[in-house]
């Protein structure tokens, strides 16, 4: 099966996306029957140039990724068949690209495909839907999935928001001040490095150490290319899983990653035992919800156990990436007979430790980039200064 790329009129609407086929003349008949006037139908593989390609940034926002989930959910909710919510999602949807993937979607379930499959190769959605879709299709639950996918990334759109509101001023007028610092040092210092020579003068210790700085930055800005390319294809260099590793190590950064992580876990692990899933496919269904390739690895390796009948504290506490909180919860749960309940709670627990870390550093960044202008201005003065009172000095003599 080849994949096309398709321009065309749905109901009064332009829509354009990928659609599967043998042919070219398949992919026609199959975008008619979905309602689809084709306007084009081109292979995938054939390349256009550039100047006919179309360039996103980034995909789609997660407002509006959240709110065309919690769309699906509400009709879903109101009896309406998941065919014709996303064909009345998709039509009201300003954004070209999630309508698009939308009727992509519909028409690959309607050719008996599962939905979390047609979710997943949208390409505009995040993994974990995909992986709690698969729960859902073995239970009754798809709206509440929606609904909770939606509110999830609701959630991370407003933290985004707010980092993005409190960083940004600190980071324009701290980025603005290691600039000044680099023009003083760069082309101010050096001057009067010259007059000093000229009275036999040495540079101040503090001033030398500036324009090392200053030099080492210059090096850099001339590497940045190499650097961004080996950024970009870090993966070819370093496996996933050890770069996934590191990432939990960074400060605050690692811990809200895990927090995130352990809360989808656990709630996936949730909802599919709660659709009456065994066990050893709730667990399998669920690490994939994971996106931190380490964690998820560790926990592939010890799939096994479960199958042989380990308990799942057992399991976790094995891999050595679980808090003691949340082995403690989840063994309290198995004792007790309610680990459905016990996930859930311990899920809610971790977002909001997640949230209550983000929320701290929100409010300490405003103090600390102040405390970061103020260093940076005192080195400005201290680097300039030093060299002219020696000069002032020699003047004197």
């Known amino acids: 099966m080849a994949q096309f790329l398709y321009e065309g009129i749905k109901e009064g609407r332009r829509v354009k996306g990928k659609v599967e086929a043998g042919s070219k ?9 979905d309602g689809i006037l084709p306007l084009s139908v081109e292979p995938l593989s054939d390349k256009k140039p550039f100047w006919k390609r179309e360039f996103h940034l980034k995909g789609p926002s997660e407002e509006d990724l959240a ?40 028409g690959a379930v309607e050719r008996g495909e599962s939905l979390s499959t047609a979710f997943k190769n949208s390409g505009i ?5 995909s992986e709690m879709l698969t729960a859902a299709e073995t239970g009754e639950n798809l709206e509440k999935i929606f609904h ?7 959630t991370v759109a407003e933290m985004k928001s707010k980092i993005v509101g409190a960083v940004a001023y600190p980071s324009v ?26 009275f036999g003068k040495e540079l101040p210790f503090i001033t030398k150490v500036i ?19 080996l950024f970009i294809y870090r993966e070819r260099f370093i496996r996933r899983e050890k770069i996934d590793k590191l990432f939990l190590k960074v400060p605050v950064v690692g811990k809200i990653g895990l927090y995130f992580n352990l809360s989808r876990f656990a709630y996936t692990l949730h909802m599919t035992l709660m659709s009456a899933v065994p066990i050893t496919t709730a667990f399998r269904i669920s690490l994939r919800s994971i996106s931190n390739a380490y964690i998820r690895s560790k926990l592939e390796e010890l799939s096994s156990e479960i199958e042989r009948g380990r308990s799942l504290s057992w399991v976790l506490k094995r891999s050595g990436v679980f808090p003691p909180l949340f082995l403690n919860l989840v063994e309290t749960g ?28 929100v ?35």
Not at 83 to 104: C, F, M, N, P
Not at 367 to 392: D, H, K, M, Q
């Open 25 to 33: 003349k398949e992919a026609l008949s199959r975008l008619k029957s």
């Open 67 to 106: 709110f065309v989930l919690i769309q699906l959910s509400i009709l879903l909710e109101s009896g309406i068949s998941l065919a014709k919510a996303l064909e009345l999602v998709a039509t009201q949807t300003e954004d070209e690209r999630i309508s698009s993937a939308l009727l992509e979607i519909k």
């Open 125 to 129: 959605f995040p993994e974990f839907l």
């Open 148 to 154: 909770i996918a939606g509110k999830h990334l609701e």
């Open 173 to 198: 007028v701290i980025g603005f001040s290691f600039f000044a610092l680099f023009v003083a040092v760069k082309f101010v210092v050096p001057r009067i490095a010259k007059v000093l020579e000229g």
């Open 211 to 229: 324009i090392l700085f200053a030099d080492i930055l210059t090096y850099l800005l001339y590497a940045l290319p190499i650097i961004l390319l």
């Open 334 to 361: 198995e004792s007790s007979g309610e680990l459905e309940k016990m996930l859930k709670l311990v899920s809610e627990l971790y977002q909001r430790e997640a949230l209550k870390t983000i929320n701290l550093w």
């Open 363 to 397: 409010r300490m960044i405003e103090p600390i980039s102040i405390l970061v202008i103020g260093a940076i201005v005192g080195i400005i003065v201290v680097s300039v200064l030093l060299p002219l009172t020696e000069i002032t000095s020699g003047i004197g003599r």
